[in-house]
């Protein structure tokens, strides 16, 4: 392998992204110096968060480059090794996505070797990787998710979501799960969400949290913000926890929409709202990957994925999840 | 003592709250039947979440009832007791302010014994009861101050804020404190506050904080809201907590504001937002009362009030909490 194709950022997008925004482009890969390797990538993920990297401004993650390829997740596989430690037909995470091979140092691409425990490589940029460890990381350490409470998760079928329901499951609780269509909610009751809210037929969501959850949440998982938000909030109980791990509404929008306008209910009722980045609880990869293969192998925890092919299709595939066109976990196959 | 005048809720204010709402009557005292006390009020508080409960909805505390005496803080002094543990003379905190005096079970009326360390009893209503139990609580277990941190106290000039502004600097904090108009401003000044920002004659609240925060803040104690939270959310470091107890610009507003359109920085900035209401944290008081006296006979405490007398002025002190005339604790004094 000495050819690969990435795509670039060739311009910034002003709210949602456009096909003109990205282009592809060919590179040649250098032979590993000593200390690096060579990896093909079986499959990149593209992900909301991305969106943020595209605008220039100051933020947790620094913002592409224009003229350059983009970064994030990605699963491959070592060709070439010139590094102690992996071997050709090792399967690595790294974080050089958006391209089809590189060659570089393990710890500039944040290479990690892969112990599949069984599943398929591509389950690690998603049910067993980072989206995992977010609805792990956001129920169980931000959210204090306790046996028989009541939880509700916004974009309930998407990467993280569908995740975060399926734990909120395990671990007892009663989840309302809400998503956009006839389709995702029937997919939400085959993982054993007690409620399914089909937002795009709702025109209250409040009344509709009202309706199936009578007495209040004891837990929000946000990833979607706006209107969601609103209805957490007056749905919360007493001492209620919102994780709140991005906003997908808010993503292309070029001036922010207004916050909610009970935010401060937060007061009386006693809410705690965090905010939080998967990247900060690392620490609980190794847990969590084992409890994550244990409940896939007793069949308590299953994905839906999207899956596009080829290089050139990334920029759509990334541009789907705006649209919803996706479901579950969004991945580009590569080799 | 036999009669005694109260203050009844006339009407529910629309807005801004009215002479008009509230009117005066008298009531005979009856003598404390067995397991009861008299007390005369000594002092009265008048609080900003009592325009919460003048309101007719759902909240953590039930609306006042119309043609009723309100309810409140309160210090007094049994006046007979037929109730074991109280004695003539003793000073009491109740809930039963808005009146000159009342026959009651210790338990109907909250009552408490005061301790006084030495302090005047209105400093129970004040500094050493529950505005200063607030600051404490909110920056310390909610806000989880540490030393040499950077305090950020909305409305720093009144009740709780001038406790907590006092507190974060015996923690070692460095502390940015927003009030109305120069004479507050050089009152924080005299309390040890590093930087007072005057919210009116400042335009861009963001821009006022980063000129004396330019690294940030790391806790943001919210008794106001509004623009104040959008400029703390913006000033925020990672990991910053927000400790928020009441929301006075709030209170007024018919039909609530927007919330702050910047509220999704919580999510990159790892933010923590909890709302808290005091008596959640009565177990605290011991602890606190002690420290306060300590801290105020070591002359590191200090505080500010404003007197109004007669139960007749009760209304119109209450309406001076919305209109910025009172400084620090705003008291009755009612015998």
């Excluded at 791990?245 to 929409?257: E, F, K, L, Q, V």
């Excluded at 009722?269 to 244990?294: N, T």
Aim: with cysteine.
């Amino acid at each position: 392998m000495t050819a690969s194709r990435e795509i670039r950022l060739k311009s910034r997008p002003h709210g949602m992204p456009a096909p003109e925004n990205f282009e592809l482009a060919t590179v040649e890969l250098p032979p590993p110096a000593p200390g690096e390797v060579q990896v093909k990538n079986l499959f990149m993920s593209v992900d909301p968060y991305m969106r943020g990297r595209m605008t220039d401004r100051p933020s947790y993650v620094p913002p592409f480059e224009l003229g350059k390829a983009m970064q994030g997740g990605a699963i491959g596989e070592i060709v070439a090794s010139n590094a102690p430690g992996f071997a050709p037909g090792d399967v690595v995470s790294s974080m050089l996505g958006w391209r089809e091979g590189f060659t570089a140092a393990p710890e500039a691409a944040m290479l990690q070797k892969i112990d599949s425990h069984g599943l398929p490589p591509q389950a690690f940029l998603g049910v067993a990787g980072m989206p995992g460890l977010t609805a792990y990381v956001g129920l169980l350490k931000i959210g204090l998710m306790k046996e028989g409470e009541t939880v509700f998760v916004s974009a309930a079928s998407g990467a993280v979501g569908q995740v975060v329901c399926q734990i909120a499951k395990i671990k007892g609780g009663v989840v309302i799960g809400s998503a956009g269509g006839a389709e995702k909610c029937a997919y939400l009751k085959t993982i054993g969400v007690d409620h399914a809210i089909d937002y795009r037929a709702t025109e209250d969501l409040t009344a509709a949290l009202a309706e199936v959850a009578p007495k209040g949440i004891d837990v929000y998982f946000n990833n979607v913000g706006g209107d969601h938000l609103a209805a957490a909030l007056n749905a919360a109980r007493p001492f209620a926890r919102f994780a709140l791990c991005g906003a997908i509404s808010m993503y292309n929008d070029a001036a922010p929409p207004p916050g909610p306008s009970n935010l401060t209910l937060a007061v009386g009722k006693q809410l705690r709202l965090e905010g939080f980045i998967v990247s900060s609880h690392f620490d609980m990869m190794a847990d969590f990957v084992r409890d994550a293969a244990g409940w896939i192998e007793a069949g308590k925890l299953t994905w839906r994925e999207t899956v596009d092919e080829g290089i050139e299709n990334a920029p759509r595939a990334f541009i789907k999840l705006f649209t919803g066109e996706n479901f579950g976990k969004m991945l580009v196959k590569l080799g």
